[in-house]
Structures are given as C-alpha cells and as structure tokens.
C-alpha cells in the first residue's frame, strides 16, 4: 500500500484502517497516527485547559483504546469524530481520576474569573477559562465543525441543552475578550 499523504482522503484513510486491521503493521499504523494525531491532540489540548502534559497522556490513552476497537468502528462518522468521542471519555475519566487538579470553579457569570485579569485575553486562554461543559460544546462545534445533533449524541444531552450551553459559551467568551473596564465588545 503506498503511503498516505499528509492530508488523506476519507476514502484513503479508510483502505488504511482496512490495511492495518489485516496486517497490524505499524508502518500503517504510524501513518495513522500522523494523519490524525495533530487535530486529535489540538482537541484534546483545548478539552484540558492547554494542560500539555496531560494532554499528551490522554492522546496516548486515546489511541491505546482506539487500536483494541477499531475493528469495532462502523463508518457512521469519520476517523477523527470516532477519536474525538473516545479522547472525550478519556478526558472525562481523567478529570474524575484526578481531584486534586486545579478545576474551573462552576460559576454563574465569567465575570467572576476574568475580572482579575487587567490584560486582554486571548482566545485559547478565554477557551481554557471556560467551565467544562461550555469548553467542550465550543470547542465541539465552533472548532470540530460538529452540527448540534452530533454534539447531543456524543454526549448524551438534548440538543437544546447543546445550543445553550454554546450560546453561553459564546456569551463569556466575548466578556473575557473584552478590552478590562468596558461593557460592550470592541472589535479592535
């Protein structure tokens, strides 16, 4: 089998799971892993609040259970959306397995978080100070592109529950992006 090109094809990514699912080669699987692993890891880095470490822990995790299931992998969806829903449950277990870290107060308003801050904020830190639940639908469908129906199944909530957590989402990402003092947006 020729190897795979940097950006693959769903169809050419399909033939190289078929391939590796035959043959277990680890050429193949490497091939996978490159083609996949840099979204995979952008995911997952987001999902943990650019926690490096632990990211790296969990993409790992990640394909360890991906290679024991995926001759179990229907085609329903992509490659890359059957290992975002398994580096999301790895991240779930990871957070329940690790207390002790520094997690998101639950709060009603951002506000609370980002007042200390004088300086403005970036982007992937205002996505980092986001709690869990807002952080994971954003990322899902603002930065996967997954439609709300995808979201509500990966998981298990209502669609609605889905749009409002991302309209709240949005809602303290444009208060932490906010130039310190202001009270509406300024786009600069």
């Known amino acids: 089998m020729k190897p795979v090109p940097e950006r693959a094809e769903p169809s050419e990514i399909r033939a190289l799971v ?4 035959r043959t277990r080669s680890e050429d193949l699987f490497r091939s996978l892993y490159r083609d996949c692993t840099p979204r995979l890891y952008q995911f ?10 632990d990211a790296n822990d969990i993409v790992q995790e990640t394909w360890v259970r991906a290679v024991e299931r995926m001759h179990e992998f229907r085609w329903n969806s992509t490659l890359n959306t059957w ?10 277990e990871f957070n ?16 609370a978080i980002v007042r200390p801050i004088h300086e403005k904020v970036d982007l992937e830190t205002a996505i980092g100070l986001l709690p869990d639940g807002y952080r994971t639908v954003l990322i899902l469908h603002d930065i996967e592109g997954l439609q709300h129906a ?6 298990d909530i209502e669609i609605g ?3 409002s957590q991302l309209s709240r989402a949005r809602a303290s990402i444009r208060t932490m992006l906010r130039p310190h003092g202001t009270t509406e947006y300024i786009d600069e």
């Open 83 to 92: 290992l975002m829903g398994i580096a999301l449950n790895c991240c779930r």
């Open 44 to 53: 997952v880095w987001r999902m943990t609040g650019r926690r490096t470490e």
């Open 18 to 21: 078929q391939e590796f699912l």
């Open 150 to 155: 995808e979201i509500a199944e990966l998981l």
């Open 161 to 163: 529950s889905s749009k």
């Open 96 to 111: 329940r397995r690790r207390p002790e870290r520094d997690l998101q107060p639950a709060v009603e308003s951002i506000s």
